[in-house]
């Protein structure tokens, strides 16, 4: 089992800043990637950006330029850094981890709010 807390949501304006951050304990030592999703009301959910273990990224053309995946293997926390947010950035966002043989882990969410 893995658990994944988010942390770092909240309302800020367009054109602000914020940082997600996910913290994973329990059984991580096969996790093969780690990823941010975003699901806004009556859309389905959507990925945002994935890191691997051996730190490729993957960034939805959405938020490419703007928003930025990182992770701290001594803290098993992955991070999302968002710049230039837009309204249209305004979801629920979800951490996940993969493993390489196994289930796919979900954290509980965190809103992030852009005003416009």
């Known amino acids: 089992q893995v658990q994944l807390v988010e942390s770092g949501g909240g309302l800020v304006q367009a054109g602000g800043s914020l940082r997600l951050s996910c913290a994973a304990s329990g059984s991580i030592f096969s996790i093969s990637a780690m990823g941010w999703y975003r699901q806004a009301p009556g859309k389905q959910r959507e990925l945002v950006a994935s890191?691997?273990?051996?730190?490729?990224?993957v960034y939805a053309d959405s938020v490419k330029g703007r928003f930025t995946i990182s992770r701290d293997n001594a803290k098993n926390t992955v991070y999302l850094q968002m710049s230039s947010l837009l309204p249209e950035d305004t979801a629920v966002y979800y951490c996940k981890a993969e493993k390489y043989a196994g289930p796919n882990y979900w954290g509980q969410g965190t809103q992030v709010t852009v005003s416009s």
């Open positions: 890191i691997t273990s051996g730190g490729n990224t």
